[in-house]
């Protein structure tokens, strides 16, 4: 019997991992053994700790991996998944290998930074402390990645085809629609990855790409993200509170901090402030976009133009390349990145990690959360267990590198920036599907949110919703 195992994001919101094994007959044999999404996961220790474990199935098993966007919670374990023998394709769209093509690599990159602090500091209980990969096996691991575009039915084996469909999450970002057949049955499994905003871009500033995700779907079993199954995002245009939070800021004499995806959400957020700047809303302050993939991702952002909404089309055409603008820095080296430190004036520095997990934003905010002029600006989700949910949760102090940092920073976060589309526009994007799925696993999500967007599908569209949990296989019954 085919099924599909919960290898991650079940229970939690990170490490997407689900495993199709075609599988079936009665001798044993192994069957073909997809992988959809290969995340890390990032947060709360004893769900990183899993990170170093092997999979269920050895990697060198897997037949194939289908990569559903280049977020690190969906594709950050993929170097791991080669280190450990994986030789099979890697399947994404044009922009999410691009952003691989830079993301993998410099999370290598970080995992190599903080083995080696550790093994200064002897902060490890494990030594020497290892990277869970390096920058040469993640640059490696990009020789396996082959182009699927949104649309293109691909062949895996004779059972087992797919294709992606828009997400509208974030760019390059499908969901796979994989067709099993066994016995001359067919089953449509949908896999969402992560799910953009529904609504249009006035109510999600922060939306690069155009539309809502494919609608009028069919499937007999989905596997579906849940991120903000209870939480409602605010409906209210952003910048007003925006210009406000910048300008009093710089009026007493403070920086403002934003920890932000590196790619694309930091690229939308500079040319709001661009917009807020020539309209006269916000000050002109010196921006500094800290991160060593910051120029590489500008690239990358502007090269897609296919996937823009209107909104963002229009922006770059008025506005041009970031890279030009002055009183723009996009910081490349380590020297560059240190000398922000000296900045004294009112400046905004952009710096990832997002959920500040890692990377330059570190020493961002370890110098400036002591000072309460400064306001660190949240404007992306901060999963439980991160630094980030702790300074956006207002926690007295917080540690980096080893060290506790009072947060005396005013701290805000504007919600309306979200990727992910909340309650009523998913289930907006459900009722255009052209049947009632079977079974449908939510996945990608705090217990307490996918909870609530379980009772909420089953009250609201009368679904038969279930809690994927961690290692959990399901049957995909392929002979009714
Ligand atoms: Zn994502």
């Known amino acids: 019997m085919a099924y599909i195992q919960f290898l991650g994001a079940a229970g939690t919101v990170t490490g997407s991992k689900h495993l199709i094994n075609t599988s079936g007959d009665a001798s044993g044999a192994i069957g073909f053994q997809v992988l959809i999404d290969c995340g890390l996961f990032q947060g709360q220790k004893d769900w990183r700790e899993r990170n170093w474990r092997d999979t269920p199935v050895p990697a060198k098993e897997i037949d194939a991996v289908i990569l559903t966007h280049a977020h690190l919670d969906h594709c950050g374990w993929i170097p791991r ?13 044009p922009p999410t290998i691009d952003l691989c093509g830079i993301i993998l690599p410099d999370s290598g990159h970080l995992q190599e930074e903080d083995a080696a602090f550790y093994n200064k500091k002897k902060a490890s209980k494990h030594d020497p402390a290892l990277p869970l990969y390096t920058f040469e096996e993640a640059q490696q691991s990009l020789q396996y990645f082959k182009t699927a575009h949104v649309g293109q039915d691909i062949a895996l084996s004779p059972e087992l085809s797919f294709r992606f469909v828009r997400a509208a999450h974030i760019l390059g970002s499908g969901m796979a629609e994989v067709t099993l057949k066994t016995s001359g049955k067919t089953r449509r499994l949908l896999f969402t990855g992560d799910i953009g905003r529904v609504l249009d871009h006035k109510v999600a500033p922060g939306k690069v790409v155009h539309s809502g995700p494919a609608e009028g779907e069919v499937a007999d079993l ?59 809303q916000i000050p002109h302050i010196p921006v500094f976009c800290d991160s060593p993939m910051a120029i590489k991702a500008v690239e990358v952002f502007l090269k897609h133009d296919e996937e823009y909404s209107d909104e ?85 102090e917080v540690k980096i590198f080893g060290a506790l940092v009072p947060i005396r920073a005013q701290v805000a976060a504007l919600e309306q920036f979200s990727d992910h589309a909340d309650p009523p526009e998913l289930l907006q994007w459900l009722r255009t599907f052209r049947n009632r799925p079977e079974v449908t696993y939510l996945v990608h999500g705090e217990p307490a949110a996918s909870g609530q967007l379980q009772d909420l599908m089953r009250k609201e569209l009368g679904w038969n919703v279930q809690l994927a949990e961690y290692l959990e296989k399901v049957e995909v019954n392929v002979t009714t």
């Not at 998944?81 to 769209?93: D, N, S």
């Not at 993200?225 to 605010?234: A, F, M």
């Not at 008025?318 to 900045?343: C, D, H, M, R």
């Open 312 to 396: 963002t089309r229009n922006m770059i055409r008025q506005y041009g390349s970031p890279l030009e603008w002055p009183s723009f820095t996009f910081a490349l080296t380590p020297e560059e990145s240190k000398k922000i430190n000296e900045v004294r004036i009112p400046s905004i520095i952009i710096s990832s990690s997002g959920m500040v997990t890692g990377g330059r934003i570190l020493h961002h905010l370890g110098q400036r959360l002591p000072d309460p002029k400064n306001l660190v600006l949240f404007i992306g989700f901060q999963a439980p267990g991160t630094r980030g949910f702790a300074i956006k949760s207002k926690f007295s």
């Open 222 to 280: 989905v596997v579906m993200e849940s991120t903000y199954g209870n939480r409602l995002h605010p409906k209210e245009d952003p910048t007003p509170e925006l210009a406000a939070l910048i300008g009093a800021t710089a009026g007493r004499g403070g920086s403002v901090v934003v920890p932000a995806f590196a790619i694309e959400r930091t690229q939308k957020f500079v040319f709001i402030l661009k917009h807020l700047m020539e309209s006269g």
């Open 81 to 93: 998944l080669v280190k450990e023998g994986f030789r099979g394709p890697i399947y994404a769209t």
